[in-house]
């Protein structure tokens, strides 16, 4: 490496970046030997399959949900149509907190940040005509997710497909929760449970099925650096891992079918390094701590999306370059799977014209680059190795530091996480109030040009709609059965066997998402902001 100190450059995480990168290591093979290897060998560094995307493309699933379910079902169809290989359901926050679409709580949020989901017939109208044993789901939820993915599983009853033909992902990753985001309903421990109990469950019944997708995403949308970003979430990662360990199941069990969920942010450089870091530490991680027989059980399959916090409402158009780069990140990082940002989400939900854009964006990249031709195009770069070099050690040094605190939850009672998260983020809005660092259209090539975007406009009837189907939807179902189903949930949360067959029970007996929360506030209690400390 070379120096030069007399103007000195940082990536976002404050590391050091030199003019120009030479080897460090004794010999280039010694390095290769020990931290790179080929493509599918381990530590994974340079991606979990040989072929790469030679053999298969990256799963192009696109985030998308409002209003009711028969709008985003439309929606969905849209985006299949224009070629996306799976979908991803945006929920509102009225389902994701576990309210139903008439409560108080719920009244002007019904449909507007995602799909209002109260009931087995609105998972019916979601997936109209939508056969779920081709097309793989991802669901963004995590306080409810229990709840959702036994509505998914008894939907697949109804049109008589089998859970081991379902593929798909449910986040149910509420440590990240605490730590940035805040939709959470109990308190740690009951809700920690609630996703062993997926996670368990999931591995015995439904195979194919992703049971949690642990999240970075949302933890960097919040402020936190790339490097907070890998650290927290293996962090958090290894205490679900040992959460389910501890319920009697074999490491192989389960670890094969965990996934992770990443932000692609603006430094290219920085997010290739830090994608594959995060591969190859877990992969470590895996080993040192757990040792597992299979293989799969060390890999870190991971899905991106593009930094939401990057989009600017002001010159809204270049969002569309910023989300290309963050794209072309997340594949030269390898992927499995991928969301890109409309690029007038700074300002509204995306119109079909802006979905279909953000969507030809990975298509364009996958089919016109050349850059799914190789597998780790940048590997052996010195930058890209420096910094992968890097990021594992500061990352492993979080993790020393959380394990010290007592783990992740320990650590999130005395603020650590918290901390962290906000003091990263204080500090690159001051940076870029400077000039420090520079955002185009903000704070430098600012232009008085107003953005000539069409938005999207909910339909103002949507929710009183929403509310009467679902008072309809209870006015016709069995009172004695649905009692029954609530008791026997109220009494297996009491003691400690898993609540998934409870959960799918009150939803055969026509329960909401509403009800079944309820039923567990009764028994867990509700966690509220500064519960923590």
């Not at 030479?22 to 040989?50: I, K, N």
Request: hydrophobic share 40%; glycine share 8%; with cysteine.
């Amino acid at each position: 490496m070379t120096d030069d100190n007399s103007n000195p450059r940082t990536t976002p995480s404050g590391l050091r970046l030199d003019v120009t990168y030479r080897p460090t290591a004794a010999s280039l093979d010694e390095a290769y030997r020990t931290t790179l290897g080929d493509p599918g060998e381990f530590p994974y560094t340079r991606g979990l399959y040989r072929e790469m995307y030679r053999k298969r493309l990256w799963t192009m699933r696109q985030y998308a949900g409002f209003g009711d379910a028969d709008e985003s079902n439309r929606r969905y169809k849209f985006l299949l149509d224009q070629g996306i290989t799976g979908l991803s359901v945006a929920f509102d926050l009225p389902t994701q907190i576990g309210y139903d679409s008439d409560h108080v709580m719920a009244r002007g949020e019904v449909g507007k940040v995602g799909v209002a989901i109260d009931s087995i017939d609105d998972m019916r109208r979601l997936f109209a005509d939508i056969p779920l044993e081709r097309v793989t789901t991802s669901m963004t939820i995590n306080s409810t997710a229990a709840t959702l993915l036994a509505l998914y599983l008894v939907l697949a009853e109804e049109r008589g497909v089998p859970w081991s033909r379902l593929g798909g992902t449910v986040q149910n990753d509420i440590l990240k929760e605490y730590a940035a985001r805040g939709t959470f309903i109990f308190p740690p421990p009951e809700s920690m449970r609630l996703v062993a109990d997926v996670i368990s469950f999931c591995a015995l019944e439904v195979p194919k099925w992703n049971p949690i997708s642990i999240s970075g995403y949302h933890m960097r949308e919040a402020g936190c650096t790339a490097i907070h970003e890998v650290a927290f979430t293996l962090a958090n990662a290894l205490a679900y891992v040992e959460a389910v360990l501890e319920r009697g199941l074999e490491i192989d069990d389960f670890a094969p079918r965990l996934s992770f969920f990443f932000n692609a942010h603006n430094n290219f450089l920085e997010e290739v390094a830090k994608f594959r870091a995060a591969r190859r530490l877990w992969a470590e991680l895996v080993r040192e701590r757990f040792d597992p027989r299979q293989e799969r059980s060390l890999w870190l399959r991971f899905h991106t999306q593009t930094a939401g916090s990057a989009l600017t409402a002001q010159q809204p158009e270049n969002n569309a370059v910023r989300v290309a780069i963050q794209a072309l990140a997340a594949i030269c990082g390898g992927t499995q799977s991928l969301h890109t940002n409309a690029n007038d989400e700074a300002i509204a939900l995306p119109t079909e014209r802006s979905a279909q854009l953000a969507l030809r964006t990975q298509q364009i990249l996958a089919h016109e680059t050349g850059i799914a031709d190789i597998a780790d195009p940048l590997g052996g770069a010195y930058a890209i190795e420096a910094l992968t070099d890097e990021i594992v050690r500061y990352a492993r040094d979080y993790l020393r530091r959380i394990d010290a605190l007592g783990g992740p939850i320990s650590a999130l009672e005395q603020g650590f996480q918290q901390d962290e998260i906000a003091n990263a983020a204080y500090s690159e809005q001051i940076a870029m109030e400077k000039g420090e660092r520079k955002i185009v259209g903000i704070n430098v090539h600012r232009s008085d040009m107003e953005a000539q975007l069409e938005s999207l406009t909910l339909d103002a009837e949507s929710e009183q709609r929403q509310i009467e189907r679902l008072r309809a939807f209870r006015a016709g179902r069995s009172e004695d059965r649905l009692r029954a189903a609530g008791l026997a949930l109220r009494d297996r949360a009491r003691g400690s066997d898993n609540l998934m067959p409870a959960l799918l029970e009150c939803v055969r007996a026509g329960a909401t998402v509403g009800e079944v929360s309820d039923e567990l506030r009764g028994v867990f209690g509700e966690h509220h902001d500064g519960d923590l400390r």
